[in-house]
């Protein structure tokens, strides 16, 4: 039997399949061979008790991609989740987050929760910093039921990882968002369910037929490792875009004359704040590099 691993904890791996989920053991060969089981991974399951739901990891189907923060494999997108306030946006963490999500290969969609403690005009000045890098977004408060289709839509027919920093509102989120059908499979069972309110392991839950969302703990930072300075550019789309234009092949985007891509920011096509970010992490990446 084939299902979908939606979480590992203790040695155990949990596999919805078949509509229902089993416990099951990983076979000794995946530690010889050194593979670790995710989330989100597509695996062939020996079934040992149908009434208890018991079975064996048996194998590993080939992924499609796989991150390591959040440890999670054949991601279709990613949603990253920030608050309007409470606790205040980090705009830096969200960028890194979007270069991190490029460098992998997945579309990131930012959602933006608890509009109803928006400031006048922030929703505009965020639409402002991202209006020209093509990302989807969304701004909702997931206490308002007629907010959620939007939601829904996005994630339809979609393994997705949903993350975001902590106390933003992403497990009320979640909540809202899986309906009565699949509710119960989406807990699980209470033996490897320990709390709604606080994600301590990634787990994947289904919200509709063939709609996953990866629930992952809450960040406070995330390390561009794996990311070449020359590279960086290409996971800025606002930058990339216009990159062809510069004088220069393999322009930096800092000091070179004729770029193209200072041009636009003088003529405000690019965010400031957003060019601000890329600056910061290439100096970052450039003294890593150093210092190895």
């Not at 040695?11 to 509509?19: I, M, P, Q, R």
């Not at 995946?30 to 593979?35: A, L, N, P, T, V």
């Not at 033996?191 to 960040?219: C, M, S, W």
């Amino acid at each position: 039997m084939t299902g979908k691993i939606i979480r590992g904890v203790g040695g155990f791996y949990y596999v919805h399949a078949g509509g229902r989920v089993y416990e099951c053991r990983a076979k000794g060969i995946f530690r010889k061979d050194g593979i670790r089981p995710l989330p989100g991974d597509l695996a062939e399951i020996a079934v040992l008790d149908e009434a208890g739901g018991k079975g064996n990891l048996e194998r590993i189907l080939p992924r499609k991609n796989a991150l390591i923060r959040p440890a999670v494999a054949n991601v279709d997108q990613a949603m990253v989740i920030f608050a309007f306030d409470s606790p205040k946006p980090n705009f830096n963490l969200l960028d890194r987050f979007l270069v991190t999500m490029g460098k992998n290969g997945i579309e990131p969609v930012i959602l933006f929760n608890k509009k109803d403690l928006a400031r006048e005009g922030q929703q505009e000045e965020i639409l402002r910093r991202y209006e020209n890098a093509g990302y989807g977004m969304l701004f909702v408060s997931a206490k308002l039921e007629e907010e959620l289709p939007a939601v829904r839509a996005a994630l339809k027919g979609k393994t997705t990882t949903v993350a975001g920093p902590s106390g933003v509102g992403k497990s009320s989120l979640i909540n809202r968002l899986q309906t009565e059908e699949f509710l119960q499979t989406g807990e699980v069972s209470e033996k490897i369910e320990r709390g709604r309110h606080t994600t301590r392991h990634t787990q994947l839950l289904p919200v509709e037929e063939d709609t996953y969302i990866l629930d992952t703990p809450g960040f406070s930072s995330i390390d561009l490792s794996g990311i070449r300075k020359e590279e960086l550019g290409d996971l800025f789309p606002e930058i990339a875009v216009r990159a062809d234009g510069c004088r220069f092949a393999g322009c930096s985007h800092l000091t070179e004359p004729d770029c193209a891509v200072k041009e636009a920011l003088a003529e405000g096509k690019i965010s400031r704040e957003r060019y601000e970010n890329y600056r910061l992490f290439y100096e970052e990446l450039k003294n890593r590099r150093e210092f190895r």
